[in-house]
């Protein structure tokens, strides 16, 4: 087909005639519409869904702070810790780029775990959403690797006992772990080799994935159309403009929506930039101002806050618990087999693997660092099965029976006690309390299947909940 | 929701807990004197005069004492003594490895010390200031020193000539764990010689060093606090015009 350009008439507008010749060329008009202009959205978003514009923000904050902060940052071992005092001090407005940087890591965090969280009360993951949420695990999984390698770069005392330990996790790994985490260090311990890997990884390898992710989380969500809190379908209610009933038009709706949102974030983390930028010791940590000593090991090594609910995993896998973890792997294939009609061999080969792992799992097999790993790391990707595990049939939490509500709140609170005994040293009672914990926030996600789909569901309406403004 | 219940009795006692375990010395609260610049001024000179000897600032520049008020020429005639220049970093000449020999260890870099010293006990400032405030004689040490918040330092009581020499008070009590046995505790020092200065004074002078060393550990702070009214003052205003006209647009949405 030849190439055919609209005409517009010759006293047309300059800018009209210059989209034109884009439009012509490369779908700017039409990407915009999709995307975001005629995009149309619940018009029943309440507060929950601010945090996806928000992470959109930090995204950006993080990556131009990022680029000038590379301008004066120093990837050796011997110059890096100099290198960000010299951006804090003589670099005109370092310090306020560097304090937007490492505010920016625990503010992308507390915004992505809100998002999160509004995910599990409306079932944003739900059919058809799974790849949404996929790519928007596998975002996650980014922004940890993102804040690990990132966290050794000021090349603090934290910086480097922290990556020190996380490294030497692999090497719990049987038969290939202490030869992985030399090749991951590049050396025999944390050092200058370490250290330029972690900042070519920090500014280069994950951001690009990364980047990559969004795009794809976005264009999946724009593909499908949002849920809302009511979890119904908006397409299934079409208007005569062909339109959805419930929805609107992202811009200029959800666009000023937005900003409001990001004014009132942005007002709440200048606070923490301005006057708190070391958040008590969460967000800078005070033992990181001491420059990274390979000689002295501190007293008490804990990951930055983000981390700990799950570094509590694998601190409670104790040999002790795992006789717990066996017993509960017992009865999750008596409840397997006793309670669903999944094909015979798909069952027997369930209760194999549960059974190499009771074996392994024995006094004098494999020791319990190894399976604190492997609970460490379960922990965080039980999280991809989610739209499997849920089999409810509303995908909101307000019509769901009451007493799931309940259930939200238990597992809520045991992954914030998690997250709070990670940050503290360990002590008897501690260890105890993320034991059960531990119990509960597998307990969640395992047994979903079943209590999913248990109690009296609550009628769904037709249309979405709206009260005009 | 009894799960629930026990959860949250147990977190309740986890402070308790964690404080019950510690055994560390309380530290006093060191003044205020971040905005004072008479007293950041006198803290530059007796961090120079006596810190700078052993310790670095290595990401300090002298003329970034210009901040807390003095001039390029006040600096040079008070504070360089060998040969620096007004824009260098206040490093020291002490090898490494003589400070090892002498010391035991090499006198950490002061940069950002009062930054590394803060923990759930205090901030660093109040560390310093009661560290600075907790040294005895204690002839079992090889400098002859030792102090109350850092047991065991390798660094003697560079300022004892302002403070005096003190010793720990003790008295014997019963052993609290066993009836047989007593413990000496801790109940405050007994000035044995006294210094150039009085407790008053020395106790002010320490106030002034402390609140140097916060400072210089982030020489932005009162710029970054200053700035920040005015960042939350432009963000609120915006934030509320936003609001507005999110309304404005809802209006419209039934």
């Given at each position: 087909m030849a190439f055919v350009e609209k005409k517009l008439p010759a006293d047309a507008p300059v800018v009209d005639k210059a989209l034109n010749w884009v439009d012509s060329r490369f779908p700017l008009t039409k990407l915009w519409n999709d995307q975001w202009g005629k995009y149309y959205a619940p018009k029943n978003f309440n507060f929950w869904y601010i945090f996806g514009s928000m992470a959109m923000l930090v995204l950006v904050i993080q990556i131009v702070t990022g680029i000038f902060l590379v301008m004066h940052y120093k990837p050796d071992a011997t110059l890096a810790f100099a290198s960000v005092e010299y951006i804090m001090r003589d670099v005109p407005w370092g310090w306020l780029v560097r304090y937007m940087h490492s505010t920016g890591a625990s503010a992308f965090f507390i915004v992505v775990y809100l998002h999160m969280t509004r995910a599990f009360l409306y079932g944003s993951y739900r059919k058809p959403r799974e790849l949404i949420w996929l790519f928007g695990f596998a975002i996650f999984l980014c922004l940890m690797a993102e804040a690990f390698f990132g966290y050794l770069l000021p090349w603090g005392q934290m910086s480097y006992w922290g990556a020190q330990v996380i490294v030497n996790l692999f090497g719990a790994i049987p038969f290939i772990g202490p030869d992985l985490s030399l090749w991951i260090?590049?050396?025999?311990?944390?050092?200058?080799?370490?250290?330029?890997?972690?900042?070519?990884?920090?500014?280069i390898a994950i951001p690009l994935v990364l980047l990559g992710l969004v795009a794809a989380h976005l264009i999946a969500l724009h593909e499908v159309g949002s849920n809302n809190p009511d979890g119904i379908e908006i397409k299934d209610n079409i208007g005569p403009d062909g339109h959805p009933v419930d929805g609107i038009p992202s811009h200029p709706y959800y666009t000023f929506h937005d900003i409001f949102g990001v004014t009132v974030f942005l007002t709440i983390f200048s606070a923490v930039v301005f006057f708190a930028p070391e958040m008590g010791g969460y967000f800078l940590e005070y033992n990181n101002f001491i420059p990274a000593d390979s000689l002295k090991t501190p007293p008490h090594i804990a990951p930055t806050w983000y981390f700990t609910p799950f570094y509590s995993i694998l601190r409670a896998t104790t040999s002790e618990f795992l006789f717990v973890v066996q017993a509960g792997a017992v009865a999750y294939v008596a409840l397997i087999w006793l309670t669903t009609k999944l094909p015979q061999m798909l069952k027997i080969a369930i209760a194999?693997?549960?059974?190499?792992?009771?074996?392994?799992?024995?006094?004098?097999?494999?020791?319990?660092?190894?399976?604190?790993?492997?609970?460490?790391?379960?922990?965080?990707?039980?999280?991809?099965?989610?739209?499997?595990?849920?089999?409810?049939?509303?995908?909101?939490?307000?019509?769901r029976p009451d007493w799931h509500k309940y259930v939200y709140i238990v597992f809520g609170i045991a992954f914030v006690t998690l997250g709070y005994l990670g940050v503290q040293a360990p002590s008897p009672a501690g260890e105890r309390v993320s034991q059960v914990c531990a119990v509960i926030y597998f307990g969640f996600f395992m047994l979903m299947p079943w209590w999913s789909a248990m109690g009296t569901f609550k009628p769904v309406p037709k249309r979405v909940t709206f009260a005009a403004h | 929701m009894k799960l629930l219940k026990k959860l949250i009795a147990v977190l309740a006692f986890a402070p308790a807990m964690v404080l019950a375990s510690g055994g560390t010395f309380p530290l006093d609260r060191a003044p205020d004197r971040s905005t004072d610049m008479a007293a950041l001024q006198n803290g530059a000179k007796l961090f120079v005069n006596y810190c700078l000897n052993c310790h670095s600032a290595s990401a300090m520049r002298y003329n970034r004492l210009k901040d807390i008020g003095l001039t390029d020429d006040q600096i040079k005639q008070n504070l360089l003594f060998t040969g620096e220049k007004v824009g260098d970093l206040m490093k020291n000449t002490m090898s490494a490895k003589d400070a090892k020999d002498w010391f035991g260890a090499v006198p950490p870099d002061l940069s950002v010390i009062a930054r590394a010293k803060a923990s759930g006990d205090g901030t660093g400032a109040d560390w310093i200031y009661t560290y600075l405030r907790t040294y005895y004689k204690d002839d079992s040490r090889p400098s002859g020193w030792n102090n109350k918040v850092f047991p065991s330092v390798g660094m003697p009581h560079v300022l004892w000539e302002l403070q005096g020499v003190q010793e720990e008070k003790l008295v014997e009590e019963k052993d609290p764990h066993d009836a047989s046995k007593k413990v000496h505790k801790f109940v405050g020092f007994d000035l044995v010689k006294p210094g150039t200065m009085n407790k008053i004074e020395y106790d002010n002078a320490v106030g002034d060093l402390v609140a140097y060393m916060q400072w210089m550990g982030e020489p932005a702070q009162s710029t970054r606090k200053r700035l920040g009214v005015w960042v939350l003052l432009f963000l609120a205003t915006l934030a509320t015009l936003a609001w507005r006209l999110n309304a404005s647009y809802w209006k419209e949405v039934k």
């Open positions: 260090r590049g050396d025999y311990v944390v050092s200058d080799a370490t250290l330029n890997r972690f900042f070519s990884f920090h500014v194999a693997i549960a059974l190499i792992a009771i074996a392994g799992m024995m006094p004098g097999a494999l020791d319990a660092k190894f399976w604190g790993v492997v609970l460490f790391g379960g922990s965080v990707m039980i999280l991809a099965l989610l739209p499997w595990l849920d089999v409810s049939p509303v995908k909101s939490i307000r019509y | -």
